[in-house]
């Protein structure tokens, strides 16, 4: 790859970021503790993934995580011991946020396009919830209301946002397909 193409995805890596960030901002919040719907917030970056590839992708990502959690880092101090915070970081913010980078690699199985991006669409967004729910059994549980099982808590708690936000970044990932060349 020469100069002029890693010169020209950078910029690209960096500007669907800096697109991401500004639509995490555009929020509705359903809980108090977080959890809110966005406008398509993680569709810049199932995007890359899809135009530049896994490694692209997953580097821009991880950066788009670690916005994330700058943004969101008094979440971090809610959680009283080191590994605690250390648990939040990874769970709710770098791995959540950096799988969406992977959305062309589950594509792979479809016979066409637009059901590549509805495949690794739906996966990576799978996995993030996966992350939050996760966290949510294993740092937030103390939450639930008496009586209720954590599990179904963290279900619902990180269900009730993210099955929103899957559709949303499905269907706004699938309206703008004829705008993502088939990957290299």
Not at 98 to 105: E, I, P, R
Not at 144 to 172: D, F, K, R
Request: hydrophobic letters at 50%; proline letters at 3%.
């Amino acid at each position: 790859m020469n100069t002029k193409t890693k010169t020209k995805n950078l910029t690209l890596c960096a500007v669907m970021i800096a697109l991401s960030t500004v639509l995490s901002r555009i929020e509705i919040p359903l809980w108090a503790q977080g959890g809110s719907i966005t406008l398509a917030s993680m569709v810049p970056i199932v995007i890359i993934s899809y135009r530049l590839g896994a490694k692209w992708g997953f580097a821009s990502a991880l950066g788009y995580s670690l916005i994330q959690m700058m943004l969101g880092f008094s979440n971090v101090l809610y959680c009283p011991t080191l590994f605690t915070q250390i648990l939040c970081i990874l769970l709710d913010y770098v791995l959540a946020y950096s799988v969406l980078g992977l959305a062309c690699t589950f594509g792979k199985a479809g016979r066409t396009k637009k059901a590549k991006i509805l495949t690794g669409t739906i996966a990576v967004c799978l996995l993030r919830f996966v992350c939050h729910f996760l966290s949510g059994i294993i740092l937030w549980g103390s939450y639930a209301p008496e009586g209720q099982a954590v599990w179904l808590y963290s279900l619902t708690y990180n269900g009730s946002y993210m099955l929103v936000e899957t559709i949303i970044t499905v269907m706004m990932t699938l309206a703008l397909s004829r705008f993502i060349p088939e990957n290299k």
